[in-house]
């Protein structure tokens, strides 16, 4: 059974930084790209970042480009997110979604979310 | 960049009623569309992926048609369990969420 677990979540003020992790587990981990997207509170979803199997490519959506960097450690079967310059629009549940392959941007599993809150 | 849009931004309908939830891209985007279904304080599921390709799991009474810029899910013989909010996708390029579609029970 696929499994993704995120942490690492919580209050943090303007201006601050915070890194979520995500832990694979039912699959192999290294044939998937791997994704975050996020849900402000009451509004749709946004994806976030997309990293490649073998981390050599890296894609982010333009309201995180430049504070935001996505990682993976795949002997850890583990998916960072490290956020800096925290905004209270980066407001939201976090997710972690696998790719259904290589890099089809179909995303068919999600992990449960992580709460990150941005607020003085 | 390309947009989706969704339509209609809420709906409410009978138990075995069918609906049709419909998604618009601002540029073609082939087939490369996708489905989802949320729920609150719940992981987003995968419906349809391709356009009209079932996810496994996914029920029967769940499809999905078309391609290019306009795109359709349809919910045949809706059931209690499929209020939620409805999302399509576009997989093509950097990816783009609609807006949603709030599928009530009258």
């Known amino acids: 059974e696929v499994q993704l677990v995120e942490s690492g979540g919580g209050l943090v003020q303007p201006g601050g930084s915070l890194r979520l992790s995500c832990v694979a587990s039912?699959?192999?981990?290294?044939?998937?790209?791997m994704n975050w997207v996020r849900q402000a509170p009451g509004k749709g979803l946004e994806w976030v970042s997309t990293?490649?199997?073998?981390?050599?490519?890296?894609y982010y959506a333009d309201p995180v480009k430049g504070r935001f960097a996505i990682s993976r450690d795949n002997s850890r079967k583990t998916l960072y997110l490290q956020m800096t310059g925290l905004r209270v629009e980066d407001t939201a549940v976090y997710y972690c979604?696998?790719?259904?392959?290589?890099?089809?941007?179909?995303?068919?599993?999600w992990g449960q979310g992580a709460l990150v809150t941005v607020s003085s | 960049d390309i947009q989706m849009t969704q339509s209609p931004s809420s709906v409410s309908a009978s138990i075995g009623d069918t609906i049709n939830i419909t998604c618009r891209a601002s540029q073609a985007t082939s087939n490369w569309l996708a489905w989802y279904q949320g729920k609150p304080g719940k992981a987003p599921r995968l419906l349809i992926y391709a356009a009209s390709t079932l996810q496994i799991g996914v029920p029967s009474r769940f499809s999905g048609s078309g391609s290019g810029t306009d795109f359709t899910l349809t919910i045949s013989s809706l059931q209690p369990e499929d209020c939620a909010t409805y999302y399509c996708q576009k997989a093509n390029g950097l990816p783009t969420f609609g807006g949603g579609t709030k599928v009530e029970i009258k």
């Open positions: 990293i490649n199997s073998a981390s050599t490519g890296t």
């Open positions: 039912g699959f192999t981990f290294t044939d998937h790209a």
């Open positions: 979604a696998k790719d259904r392959g290589t890099s089809t941007f179909y995303f068919d599993h």
